[in-house]
Each structure stands twice: as C-alpha cells, then as structure tokens.
C-alpha cells in the first residue's frame, strides 16, 4: 500500500528562521512527486513536481528536493505570508489508463513577525 | 474556465438528504479527481477519471457515494442519505492527464450534514 508521511505535523518559526519540511514516502513505481500549499478555507495550490531522484526546484523562498526515500522543502528566510499548511502528493500508476495520487497529512507552517 | 470550478461553495442538508456537488474542470483536462478533506485531515482520495475509461472508484468509503462525468467534461459527484460524518470538504482537481503532469485544485465544496 502506498504510504505518505509528512513531518513536523506542526512548525512553528520566527520571520527569517529558515527550516525544512518533511515527506516520507513508500510507493511502487512514483510518477511524480508533488507539494501544495493550503491556506485556510481554500483549495490546494500547486507549488512543485519532481520526477526522478536529485532532481531541484526553486520558487522564491522555497526550494524543493527529491531522493529515492523523500522529499524536502526547504523555506530560506520565511515571512508571515509564507504561513500555511503544505502538502505533499504522490503520483502512482493504478492500472489502465489511472494515476492515482495520494496526499500526506500536511505540515501547519507558522510564520511569526 | 480559468480554473477549476466548484458549486455550491457551502452547503448545509438535513441528515438523510440527498446532494449534489457539481465539478466543472479546466477546459481540455481529460483527467478528473474527487477527494475529501475533513477537519484536520488530510486529503481522501474518492474517485478519479481519465477519458472515456472506466473510472477508478475504489476511494468512494460507501454505496451512498457515486460519482458521474458527463461528456468528459462536468462531474457530479451524489451523496444519498446523508450522514453527519459526511460533514466536510469535498475538492475536485483536474489535470491533462497521464502521468506528472500538474493537477488544479478548486476551492472546494463545503459540506454540512445537520
């Protein structure tokens, strides 16, 4: 069964104390990997996709990266507006023509000034 | 659309009412999904299209639960007889299909049982 771990459950960080966030996952056969960012009351919004082990991306203060095992989204200098929750999500192939993807339970980010 | 679109946002029901929550995808996305999300809970997979195949239905939790797409487009996603703990968020995404490529999410219909 595929299983998604997602660590801290909660962060709790001073404005400009870079951090990073963990996802743990044991799947057959990823497709991708992806984070979201949620805010309260709103739908998940896109942030990143990694494909393949040692593979980077970047978006302003977040960067995120990919091993065999896990993936990291490091958070350089946060700011309050980077508070949230944030998801990761893996893409597994479920037969036919279905990817099926399945989500952690999040990391709640707090940003305080 | 220039999104994902979903309605109602909010919906109070009577338990043991029926209701439908409407999905309308970016256009072109032949791939829809169906999840639901209770209070501080992660996201449960329900239901997910591709196309014209046979979709994969193996999240919905009972047989009050069903999910249509019509013409690869719209989806409507039915719960009979509602429950309290059928209380939650229910998102619907929809991507291009296939494999890694990126999946939208729409603010999410708001459901209430009473």
């Known amino acids: 069964e595929d299983q998604v771990t997602q660590s801290p459950e909660a962060l709790r960080l001073q404005e400009g104390e870079s951090s990073s966030l963990n996802c743990s996952y044991t799947?057959?056969?990823?497709?991708?990997l992806f984070w979201y960012r949620q805010d309260p009351g709103k739908g998940p919004e896109f942030l990143f996709t990694?494909?393949?082990a040692g593979e980077e991306k970047e978006k302003e203060r977040l960067k995120a990266t990919l091993t065999k095992k896990e993936s990291f989204l490091h958070i350089t200098a946060p700011k309050p507006e980077d508070s949230a929750t944030y998801l990761c999500?893996?893409?597994?192939?479920?037969?036919?023509?279905?990817?099926?993807?399945?989500f952690g339970k999040g990391t709640l980010l707090t940003v305080n000034p | 659309g220039a999104g994902v679109s979903q309605s109602p946002s909010n919906k109070v029901t009577e338990k043991g009412k029926d209701v439908e929550l409407r999905c309308d995808p970016i256009?072109?996305?032949?791939?829809l999904y169906w999840y639901r999300q209770s209070l501080g809970q992660g996201l449960e997979f329900l239901i997910y299209?591709?196309?014209?195949?046979?979709?994969?239905k193996s999240g919905l939790p009972s047989d009050r639960f069903s999910a249509e797409r019509t013409g690869g487009s719209v989806s409507t996603l039915t719960i009979q007889r509602t429950q309290q703990e059928d209380s939650a968020v229910y998102l619907c995404?929809?991507?291009?299909?296939?494999?890694?490529?990126?999946?939208?999410f729409g603010e999410g219909s708001w459901l209430t049982v009473v």
């Open positions: 990694l494909y393949s």
């Open positions: 995404a929809s991507s291009a299909g296939g494999s890694g490529n990126t999946i939208y």
């Open positions: 999500a893996v893409q597994v192939y479920s037969g036919g023509s279905n990817y099926k993807l399945t």
């Open positions: 299209f591709q196309g014209n195949s046979a979709p994969d």
């Open positions: 799947v057959s056969g990823l497709r991708g």
């Open positions: 256009s072109g996305h032949t791939a």
